[in-house]
């Protein structure tokens, strides 16, 4: 079968998917329409990441923003509350922008529209390791939950793929999302061991648990951004081989790409990309999976473009959802993680209903 | 295996529910001989004296809870067995599609938004278990029309919308215990992980009267399953009428595990294990034998957690769906690999 779907090799090898895939891209001049929503997109995040630094419980005026970023007062009140959201902002963007990638990278190599951190089961890995480290270790601070959580997360993403794809059709989406809800299941059931017996643990545990981009500071961020930079770069180099992938592993083959490494090699960017943010942020649901599919509609299927579009719109969707969860429920704030759940789950109904999707 | 082997197997299954049943009346942390128990227990309804002790600790501690968790097994696993027959899929069960996270959410805003207790959760997790698989059936069904004939494809929708809803109500869930004090917020954890802690006769006599509509209706649905299980096409040819006989089946399931989970909490994997067990030992899918084997998981799994478990953990009695997710989660994966190896 591989050998005999490999014909389209011989012309085109360069620019193999544009032309095999119907879509938007073809018959316009190539990029133009992206790159100009790209922009667009850009602005909007600008925008939404000054907005995170000016609302809040204290509103503060966005020229009093540009001043608190560019001469700092430590006297002026105001400047002390920019200078306080300033870490929230960064983490939202970081998270967000991880989030995202992970999310179009994995429904790429695992073919899979339903791919997303939450419902593979890596949230639940970074859970239970986050709970043996407060209470076998005693660790108390967002700090030092994050090499656990990574730890944790990187686990249970592999095990989950692993036994989804064992069979012949692969990594179905029924079949991912049923591992990874029966080894979320599992891992929530040791978690509630420690949880029942140790009231310690759960008053500290259930903050992180909601995930979330506020009461984080550098010293939580600062040593997540290697593995975030190592696995951006990974899988925003990879668009042309998911491309390929995208096609089918024979057509992939066929096309002159070495299947087993490139999917490794992804899905080693994706661990990276998506342990880290779960890491730094708690678990935060539906980013990585609404992102990537609303992106199609401006991008077409090629993920030479959908990857960086993710890389955009999903930091700003969770900014978006971390200011919006700042006014909603003045005096208190709702984590970012609850609201994008909330406002994810809708689309995720509103997917499966469409039914159009690969596997689906 | 033939029929009279399967039927020489359930007897055996039946017969292990009763003898497991009275060991864990019996022993424990407190034990109580067998002619004790029946003066006990024959003193109660006649108004006899009763053993001081004792007499409090059977009838209002080990016999109600060792009743209702016989009772919430044989639901959990009827409940299970019928949804992986009806969807043809060895792994869906109502914790996996959503149906416990539904019923929890509602528990949870009541105990902690309401500060209710007791039978009014209860009654919150019920209405949140059907509001959500209206829900999740809703879901699956609507989108059924457009993709018409396309085999299980109405039942991996529902699967699929099942495991989204049941991640937003966790986000739901988490939030919530955020919010509330953490003595609170131990109490929500105890009974987001199924417990037969606060067992009473209250409960035990709603969910004997639930079930005894319900198990009824099961053997009623049983002969239009079997034929289901052919798949719908052959089913609608030999005369079923499909659409009917699914609503039936995913009504009576999803009533089994709301009730069930109503007066315990949602015991992880009891459903979801029972029906492969059964088929292991009996060779067949078998709802007498899932029944059995939910019953037995529950009955094993909180012996563990009410006298076991304090010995190892300084007198934590752990909630007993702890103790059966803990055991069930390796069963579970090494199922997935055999049932993913096998379709190969």
Redesign the interface.
């Given at each position: 079968m591989s050998t005999t779907t490999a014909r389209p090799t011989a012309g085109h090898g360069a620019r193999v998917p544009a032309g095999a895939a119907p879509g938007p891209l073809r018959g316009e001049a190539p990029g133009r329409k992206q790159a100009a929503w790209l922009l667009a997109a850009v602005v909007v995040l600008v925008l939404l990441a000054a907005a995170s630094l000016a609302v809040g419980a204290r509103d503060v005026p966005l020229a009093t923003v540009w001043q608190a970023l560019t001469g700092f007062d430590p006297g002026n009140g105001n400047h002390a509350v920019v200078q306080a959201r300033i870490p929230r902002t960064v983490l939202g963007l970081l998270a967000g922008a991880a989030l995202g990638l992970a999310g179009a990278a994995m429904q790429g190599v695992a073919r899979n529209p339903?791919a997303d951190p939450?419902?593979i089961g890596v949230n639940a890995g970074a859970a239970l390791a986050v709970v043996t480290g407060i209470y076998v270790f005693g660790i108390t601070r967002f700090a030092g939950y994050v090499w656990f959580a990574f730890a944790g997360a990187a686990a249970a993403a592999v095990?989950v793929y692993l036994?989804?794809s064992?069979?012949?059709?692969g990594a179905t989406?029924?079949?991912l999302?049923?591992?990874?809800?029966?080894?979320s299941?599992?891992?929530?059931?040791?978690m509630?061991?420690i949880?029942?017996?140790s009231?310690d643990t759960?008053?500290r545990f259930?903050?992180w648990?909601?995930?979330g981009v506020a009461g984080r500071d550098w010293s939580v961020l600062l040593p997540g951004l290697p593995f975030l930079a190592a696995g951006a770069l990974v899988v925003l180099l990879a668009g042309r081989t998911l491309n390929g992938l995208a096609l089918g592993e024979d057509i992939a083959r066929g096309l002159g790409q070495r299947v087993g490494l490139s999917r490794a090699v992804i899905a080693l960017g994706i661990v990276l990309l998506c342990g880290t943010a779960t890491a730094l942020a708690g678990p935060i649901?539906?980013v990585g999976l609404v992102v990537p599919h609303a992106v199609r509609f401006l991008t077409g299927p090629d993920y030479r473009w959908i990857l960086p579009f993710s890389l955009i719109a999903a930091p700003a969707l969770l900014l978006g959802a971390d200011i919006f969860g700042r006014v909603v429920l003045l005096p208190?704030e709702?984590?970012a993680?609850?609201m994008t759940?909330?406002l994810?789950?809708p689309v995720?109904?509103w997917l499966?209903?469409?039914?159009k999707g690969a596997g689906? | 295996m033939t029929t009279s082997e399967a039927g020489r197997r359930t007897a055996l299954l039946a017969a292990a529910v009763v003898l497991l049943f009275f060991a864990s009346v019996l022993l424990g942390s407190y034990t109580v001989t067998l002619p004790d128990f029946f003066t006990i227990v024959t003193n109660h309804l006649t108004g006899g004296p009763k053993i001081p002790g004792a007499s409090f600790i059977v009838m209002e501690d080990k016999l109600p809870r060792t009743v209702i968790g016989t009772m919430i097994g044989t639901a959990f696993g009827l409940a299970g067995a019928l949804f992986q027959t009806m969807l043809r899929?060895p792994?869906?069960s109502p914790?996996?599609i959503g149906i416990s996270s539904g019923a929890s959410a509602a528990a949870v805003v009541a105990i902690v938004v309401f500060g209710a207790s007791g039978g009014a959760v209860s009654g919150a997790a019920l209405a949140g278990a059907l509001a959500v698989a209206a829900l999740i059936y809703g879901?699956?069904r609507?989108?059924e029309r457009?993709?018409a004939g396309r085999g299980n494809?109405a039942g991996?929708?529902l699967?699929?919308?099942g495991?989204?809803?049941?991640?937003?109500l966790?986000?739901?869930i988490?939030?919530l215990?955020?919010?509330a004090d953490?003595?609170t917020?131990?109490d929500v954890?105890?009974w987001?992980?199924g417990s037969l802690n606060s067992a009473n006769w209250d409960r035990a006599g709603i969910l004997f009267l639930a079930l005894a509509v319900l198990v009824p209706a099961v053997a009623a649905i049983a002969g239009p399953l079997r034929i289901l299980e052919l798949g719908d096409d052959a089913a609608a040819g030999l005369g079923v009428r499909v659409p009917a006989a699914r609503l039936a089946l995913v009504v009576i399931a999803v009533a089994l595990a709301a009730v069930a989970t109503a007066s315990a909490g949602p015991v992880?994997?009891v459903a979801f294990l029972a029906g492969p067990i059964a088929r292991r030992i009996t060779g067949r899918s078998s709802l007498p034998a899932s029944a059995l084997v939910g019953a037995l998981i529950v009955l094993a799994a909180d012996y563990f957690a009410a006298n076991l478990a304090p010995l190892l953990?300084?007198g934590?009695v752990?909630?007993v769906?702890?103790v059966?997710?803990?055991l069930?989660?390796?069963f579970?994966?090494w199922l997935?690999?055999t049932a993913?190896?096998?379709?190969?």
């Open positions: 339903l939450g419902i095990v036994v989804a064992l069979g012949r059709e989406p029924v079949k999302a049923l591992a990874g809800a029966a080894l299941a599992g891992l929530s059931s040791l509630n061991i949880l029942v017996s009231q759960l008053d259930r903050f648990q909601v995930g649901g539906f208190g709702v984590p993680g609850i759940a909330l994810g789950a995720f109904v499966i209903r469409r039914g689906l | 899929n792994l869906a914790d996996v879901i699956s609507g989108g457009r993709g494809a991996n929708r699967v699929l919308a495991v989204g809803i049941a991640a937003a966790q986000a739901v988490s939030f215990l955020t919010r953490i003595r917020a131990a954890l105890v987001l992980n992880s994997f953990l300084d934590t752990l909630p769906g702890v059966t997710g803990a069930g989660a390796p579970l994966l997935l690999v993913n190896r096998k379709d190969a």
